[in-house]
């Protein structure tokens, strides 16, 4: 025990022996592992909203199709439709998930402005909603920014706010979706425009076309069928619980029904937004790649000139009876108390830049009118409480710089005894 306070007693004197060089090292970790709890914070915060959104907005958190349906979704055939949605809805009430059934077809966007009746163009995907039903799962009614939200049966259309402003539209405007019917005949359907949605999700925004779900039903000559059938249930909910109580409730249905009923969840339906954050997971190690290399190069050259400025006073230890496992130490618990200095300032610095950024955010907003990130977030991105990294990022600088001074350390330790004491 002795021993090992004379060595702590050592290590902490040679760590304030040349005070400037270990405040620099102890500097270049604190702002790298600042840093990465910054940037972490920041890109959790975005994936939280994203998800978010993307669920409350987009994609509802599982949506039932035909197989089919969903295999060709691209094309959005609606000759595979459910046709009986009322049976389905009731075998789920069980679950006592919201559900809302929906039609979503592509069709060509016309603004009609004279004297030029197809100017303004677009292939676009036209969604049909229950104006009722839709509000259970979804919450596009709370983000209508002018006009009204839709009413059953009418010839009116909720758009983007963004795609209103991209084609010149306003409340009051005409549109001309053509498209085909459920038999593949062509259909013309004339609008009027009585709402504008501005969601916190830039697709909806940019993309968003909602017509009621009667008047599609009678224009598309669907007969009662729906493409799909969306539900929302808590977000906490565990995804694979909640499939399986969904494909419980099914299997009440008649066979032929269940067998070709898809049910996909929101991870599978914004493919494109989980493989950004995958991504972002990559990026992360990366970041933390950079740390570990700006705080290895630090300690490694304040270790390095701490060690061959002390190899006499290596020797000298040696020739006294202390062994390399105790000059070791010492050594190593300099480069943890350097480490220590380092990651408390880390922590400490990036917890205060990083409250703003929680409490404030960041305005990207005029990012993300023009430019498609793929993250679900139309202006302020904010940072999120990530404790797990605060306390990893902690232990990371302490234990990093521990296992950088080994080598330099060990180095040392192998000379002779007599080289030691004539070193110059």
């Known amino acids: 025990m002795k ?3 004379f060595l702590l007693r050592l290590a902490m004197k040679n760590l304030f022996r040349h005070t400037r060089r270990t405040f620099i090292t102890g500097i270049s970790i604190a702002v790298g592992l600042a840093m990465f709890i910054l940037i972490d914070s920041l890109l959790v915060g975005i994936e939280e909203d994203s998800t978010r959104n993307l669920v409350l907005y987009e994609t509802s958190s599982t949506s039932i199709m035909k197989e089919d349906y969903w295999a060709e979704k691209e094309n ?4 595979h439709s459910i046709e009986k949605p009322e049976a389905v809805i009731e075998a789920l009430q069980p679950t006592g998930y919201s559900a809302a059934p929906r039609i979503s077809f592509s069709g060509e966007l016309i603004m009609r402005q004279d004297p030029y009746p197809e100017d303004g163009s677009m292939q676009t995907r036209v969604i049909a909603i229950d104006p009722s039903l839709d509000t259970e799962v979804y919450l596009l009614d709370e983000s209508i920014s002018r006009g009204r939200f839709l009413e059953q ?5 909720v758009i983007g706010e963004w795609l209103a402003e991209d084609i010149g539209a306003d ?5 001309t979706i053509i498209t085909r019917t459920k038999s593949g005949y062509f259909q013309t359907i004339d609008v009027e425009i009585v709402g504008l949605v501005n969601t916190p999700n830039p697709i909806v925004n940019r993309t968003g076309v909602y017509i009621p779900l009667e008047t599609a039903d009678y224009l598309l000559e669907m007969n009662g069928a729906v493409t799909q059938i969306d539900l929302s249930f808590p977000y906490t909910t565990d995804l694979k619980e909640s499939t399986a109580n969904i494909q419980s ?3 009440k249905l008649p066979p032929s029904t269940m067998d070709e009923l898809a049910v996909v969840d929101w991870k599978e339906l914004g ?3 989980v493989a950004l954050a995958a991504a972002k997971s990559g990026g992360t190690k990366v970041i933390l790649f950079l740390v570990f290399l700006i705080a290895a190069v630090g300690i490694s050259n304040t270790m390095l000139m701490s060690v061959y400025e002390r190899i006499r006073e290596i020797g000298m230890f040696r020739a006294m009876g202390m062994s390399d496992g105790e000059i070791r130490l010492a050594f190593l618990m300099e480069a943890g108390g350097i480490g220590l200095i380092g990651a408390t300032a880390g922590v400490l610095l990036g917890v205060l830049v990083n409250i703003p950024m929680v409490e404030n955010g960041i305005d990207y907003s005029f990012l993300m009118r023009d430019f498609d990130m793929g993250y679900r977030i139309t202006g302020i991105a904010r940072g999120l409480w990530n404790y797990g990294t605060i306390v990893s990022a902690f232990v990371t600088g302490i234990v990093l710089s521990i296992v950088i001074a080994f080598i330099p350390t060990s180095k040392a330790l192998k000379m002779q005894v007599t080289d030691a004491l004539r070193f110059q």
């Open 3 to 5: 021993s090992r306070l």
């Open 76 to 79: 959005m055939p609606l000759k």
């Open 153 to 157: 049966d009418e010839m009116g259309v």
């Open 171 to 175: 409340i009051g405007s005409p549109l």
């Open 249 to 251: 409730a099914l299997s």
């Open 271 to 273: 493919k494109d937004f």
